[in-house]
Each structure stands twice: as C-alpha cells, then as structure tokens.
C-alpha cells in the first residue's frame, strides 16, 4: 500500500448552480476537500463560465485538479469513421488543454444511451488514435464503467498495458446498470480515479441519480473495502443535489458539501483509507 495521501474530491458541478461559479469553489474548499473535478467541455459554461478560468481559480484557491471529464454529448461518435474522426479532433484538443495544465486524468464514455453502434475496428482504430494524443500530452485516458461493460472489455482486450490508458470506477453506475458484474473487481489493475455517488438501483426510468453517500443502495463499506485494497490515489464524490434527491430545497450548498464531506471521510475511516 502507498503511503502517499489518497484526496478527496468533489466534482464541480454538483447543483446550486444559482450561486456564482467562485463561490461554489471556495465552499468545496471550505468543506475540507482536496480536489475538484471539472467537465472539460463548452456545454455548461452559461452556469459555470469558462473551463479555463474555473481551473484558474481553483489553483488559486488550493484545490488541485487532477481529473476532467471530456464532454460525453457524442460519446458514440468513436465508433463511426466519418464522427469519429472530429471526435478525436476534439480529443486531442482536450489532451493539450488538460496536459498543459497538469490534468492527470481524463474521463471518457466508452457509450451514449442506448444509441450507440456494437464495438468496431472503426472505434479501435480511433482510441488509438486517442492513445497517441493522451501520450503525446502526458495525460491518462480514464474509461468509464458506464451501461455495457462489453465496450470497456473491448478496449481493454486491444490496448491493456498502454500507460495511456486507465480506468475511471463509478459507483453508482455499477449500481444501477451492472449490478452483478463488478468493473472495480474486473479493472482494477488499471484503476486511476473515481467518481463516487449513489442511487436506488436499476429502478424506475432514470435510474442514474447521482445522490449523495448513504441515500441510495449502494453497498459503500465493500467498495471502499476494494478502493484500499486496490490502492485508490484519487476518490472523487460525483454526487448532485438535484430534483431527485430527498435533500432538494433543502440544503444550502455549504450544509450539502460539508455533509458529503463528512459521509465520504467516515466511510474512508472506516476501511482504514488514509
């Protein structure tokens, strides 16, 4: 086991977004948060402003920044010629950005929805060409456990063993969509980051809730159990106070962070994760 410190992070976009951009950052500093993640696209800039400036200013304020996500709008565009081909331009355009600021770890779907075409020599070709930019800029490209696992394996099966490539476990997607197949346990030798949030299971239309620790099913003391034994440098809350959460209206931003604060370094100490 390392003995390096492991963070704790909360993803950025968390709700609130009617407080301005620095000061939901400075309350994820206040909180007691190491880290924060960032979507590393142009989608939500009316709520957030610029990609650029909240990596600016969080440095400024002391939290460090060591996963993005890139944007997962046309995630099944790697598996086509033609949309894959300004998929990997927009990649690569993310891997400067990410690596000229330090950026370790950049998150990508591997799917969209239920659009996306079977796994292809198309999309292979393409994540190696994904590979050469992420090595070329110093970066990690983190798949994600998303609906169908079949798409990871894939692209483990092709690339395992490319210091470029990484995997990025999400809790609560493996709740709600692979309840029985245990990606932490399957990737775990390629574990980099995390995104840790919760939900109800595979319920209802819109299973994927992105709760808070401790308002859904999932079994949080086994996974952080796997997260020490598996050496996890990096875990990162992605939970939302949204509409679907029973704390919806209910909490100011400030009392939600230092509550998921709280529930994230209990469970840590509680599997022994220093």
């Known amino acids: 086991m390392s003995l390096t410190k ?137 798949v994600e456990n998303t609906r169908f696992l079949n798409y990871n394996d894939f692209i483990v099966s092709r690339f395992k063993g490319n210091p470029a490539l990484g995997f990025c476990f999400d809790s609560g997607h493996a709740n709600c969509y692979t309840p029985s197949e245990s990606p932490l346990e399957r990737y775990s030798d390629m574990l980099v980051t995390t995104h840790i949030h919760d939900n109800l299971g595979p319920v209802g239309a819109e299973p994927d809730q992105h709760h808070v620790m401790g308002e859904g099913t999932v079994n949080f003391s086994r996974i952080f159990d796997l997260l020490k034994k598996f050496d996890a440098k990096h875990i990162n809350l992605e939970s939302y106070c949204n509409p679907t959460s029973r704390y919806y209206g209910k909490l100011s931003l400030q009392q939600f962070l230092q509550m998921s604060f709280d529930r994230l370094t209990e469970q840590m100490k509680k599997s022994g994760i220093e």
């Open 6 to 142: 492991v963070t704790k992070g909360q993803n950025f976009r968390c709700g609130f977004f009617e407080v301005d951009p620095l000061t939901r950052l400075k309350q994820i500093k206040q909180a007691g948060f190491d880290e924060t993640m960032f979507w590393w696209g142009t989608e939500f800039e009316d709520t957030d402003g610029s990609r650029f400036d909240l990596f600016d200013n969080a440095v400024k304020i002391g939290l460090s920044v060591s996963t993005c996500h890139f944007p997962s709008t046309h995630a099944d565009w790697l598996w086509y010629e033609q949309e894959g081909k300004e998929y990997v331009k927009q990649f690569d355009q993310a891997c400067a950005e990410c690596g000229e600021r330090g950026v370790k770890y950049l998150v990508i779907h591997l799917t969209r929805k239920l659009v996306t075409p079977p796994p292809n020599q198309t999309g292979a070709d393409n994540f190696a060409r994904m590979l050469d930019c992420a090595n070329k800029h110093g970066v990690v490209i983190a």
